[in-house]
């Protein structure tokens, strides 16, 4: 998924006065004598289990599919479950509808063994039925779906080429002529891989293998709907809402969204909450000021600037994580010189990520030296030191040199595109000047407003071009997958449009290409190794993301894909705040 600019925004922006309401309703001894108050405003402890969250706005869908970010993809988790839930701590697949799973032949092939006790919110069974038909209406939805590439790995369930399309007159002639080996080949490609094989039988065909395939499952949009005879593509709205999650929905307004615990759930008895009340919030001020206020118990998704951060940052109930959001800069095959490995792993290499997060982003991002999060499930392959993007200013030039460019005599000037951003404008300028320092090498950085930026990429103009990524899964070929648009299927139907029509989204995304020319034969990219060994593109920062949890508050974990469990969470109605002698025992 592209961080598109208002995301982007999100991360790096933060509305105009959030740092003076800080400062103005806290004492300056609150930032500097954490002894005294080692927590951010009033602690006060709930006398029951009532959870009120301030997670960046109001959920505005209530549907998986339309699902897209926080706190909709929050509130969807709460009151739909799929085939596997992520362990919030760990990420992890484990148990939800699903209570074991197995692979015959290596990752192709998967089934899914479901509960007995699994049930909707009206009391009816949770069938196998139930996962095929919200999955293919999924595929029905298609791209008006926020991540609908994620179920592209399924046999048939991506949109048809051209050579599938029905066949002309004079080519069902020739057809005929073929073997009735062929047509069932054929057939079989484009038979949806989603069976039912009993009520409590799941069985999925691939068309990659994939052994994280039971975690990527886990994700919102592959949890099940419950569809009536209806227009089963319309969106499902709060209004007679039946699911089934740890919660179900109990109202819905403009400026609370209220869950309560599902009395159908299979597993009901370990969910301690009995309410989650989305708490609407104008702006990042209010929000900080309900925080403090002791009005809520947690606060997400809001935006912080650096120095806000470093003040915040002494509170013991403020917490900071990577987030599996990366920025990242992708080259353009078909440039020479950018075509040879040698000259992007030297680019790659002459930059200082460190201090690229550290001075230009404040402190706010992590430097990326891979492509993947250390904590992504996908990413525990040892990754060799030496295959760390480091800066490494001896090796980069001498890579250089033997691509014919030594001191970088002769090397063509680096055209940079970026969309308009004040942030990405000072990463691009501090980048363009380490390949000055270091290769001797002139950078061109062009910015332009967002919907030329992609008009720019559809053409090809460019030889750099920034991009980013919100990952929604710890799916390692997933996400290699998405940075990479290595779909077979798309790249194909990219190759074969010559007719100067729009691009595709596999295009769009990573603009490697201008309408009219041939993309370059190349290998799929599977793994974070083949990334890091082919370096088509620079990985640069991952995000973090911030909260704000009361001391009270167990169970809501952080973790990299920003996704906490309201199953886990509950209030300890016995919490009391340590003496300082215990917090700060002297030495």
């Known amino acids: 998924m592209e961080i598109v600019p208002h995301i982007e925004r999100r991360a790096q922006t933060i ?3 959030l740092l003076l309401v800080v400062l103005s309703i806290a004492p300056i001894g609150c930032f ?13 402890v709930r006398s029951s289990q009532d959870f009120r969250w301030i997670d960046g706005g109001l959920p505005q869908t209530f549907d998986p599919a339309f699902a897209a970010a926080p706190p909709d993809t929050d509130l969807v988790r709460a009151i739909f479950e799929g085939l ?16 074991r799973w197995e692979s015959p032949d290596d990752g192709r092939t998967w089934t899914f063994h479901l509960r007995e006790d699994a049930r909707w919110s009206n009391g009816e069974a949770v069938t196998a039925k139930d996962f095929v038909d919200s999955w293919q209406r999924t595929v029905k939805i298609g791209d008006l779906a926020p991540h609908t590439n994620l179920l592209s790995n399924i046999q048939g369930a991506r949109p048809t080429s051209a050579a599938e399309r029905p066949a ?11 073997s009735s080996a062929a047509a069932k080949l054929r057939r079989d490609s484009r038979r949806f891989g989603v069976e039912a094989v009993s009520a409590r039988q799941l069985r999925v065909r691939l068309q990659s293998p994939d052994l994280n395939f039971p975690a990527l499952v886990a994700h919102p949009i592959f949890r099940p709907v419950k569809l009536t005879d209806e227009d089963t593509l319309q969106r499902i709205g709060p209004l007679g809402l039946v699911s089934n999650g740890a919660f179900m929905l109990a109202k819905s307004g403009t400026d609370r969204v209220l869950l309560e615990r599902a009395r159908n759930y299979w597993d009901k008895n370990e969910v301690k909450l009995e309410r989650v009340e989305f708490v609407g919030a104008k702006n990042s001020e209010a929000a900080l000021t309900a925080y403090r206020a002791g009005e809520v118990d947690a606060v997400t998704n809001s935006a912080f600037e650096p120095l806000a951060l470093k003040l915040l940052a002494p509170y013991k109930d403020f917490r900071r994580e990577t987030y599996g959001a990366i920025t990242y800069y992708s080259f353009n ?13 030297a680019l790659a290499i002459a930059i200082d990520r460190d201090r690229l997060s550290q001075d230009e982003l404040g402190g ?21 030191k030496a295959e760390l993007l480091e800066k490494d200013i001896e090796r980069a030039r001498k890579l250089l040199a033997e691509a014919g460019f030594p001191d970088g005599d002769g ?19 501090s980048i363009a000047s380490m390949w000055r320092s270091v290769l001797n090498i002139q950078t061109e950085i062009t910015i332009k407003p967002w919907d030329e930026y992609v008009a720019a990429m559809r053409a090809g103009e460019y030889d750099i071009v920034r991009r980013g990524m919100v990952m929604q899964t710890t799916d390692e070929l997933t996400n290699i997958r998405a940075l990479f648009r290595q779909d077979s299927q798309s790249a194909e139907s990219d190759a074969t449009d010559q007719t100067g029509g729009s691009a595709s989204s596999s295009s ?6 201008s309408a009219d020319q041939t993309p370059p034969i190349q290998q799929p990219i599977q793994s974070e190794t083949d990334a890091l060994n082919e370096l088509r593109a620079i990985p640069l920062y991952f995000a973090s993301s911030y909260a704000l949890v009361k001391p009270y508050v167990s169970g809501f974990d952080s973790n990299v894909l920003d996704m906490p469990s309201l199953k886990h969470v509950r209030i300890n109605t016995n919490w009391r705040e340590p003496r300082a002698a215990d917090l700060y025992p002297l030495k």
């Open 508 to 513: 769009v995304a990573n603009g490697e290409r």
């Open 333 to 345: 095959l078909l440039h020479e010189p950018f075509d040879d490995v040698r000259v992007r792993e």
């Open 32 to 44: 500097v004598d954490e002894s005294y108050q080692p927590y951010y405003g009033r602690v006060v």
């Open 15 to 17: 509305v105009a006065g």
């Open 168 to 178: 002309t007159k004079g080519q069902r002639g020739r057809q005929n002529q073929e």
């Open 364 to 384: 706010a991002t992590e430097p990326a030296k891979k492509f993947l999060p250390e904590a992504m499930a996908g990413s525990k392959e040892v990754v060799a």
């Open 411 to 429: 090397f063509p000037t680096v055209k940079l595109l970026i969309n308009r951003n004040e942030q990405q404008k000072q990463v691009a300028q």
């Open 84 to 99: 596997t839930d992520y362990d919030p701590r760990t990420l992890a697949p484990v148990p939800a509808v699903a209570t």
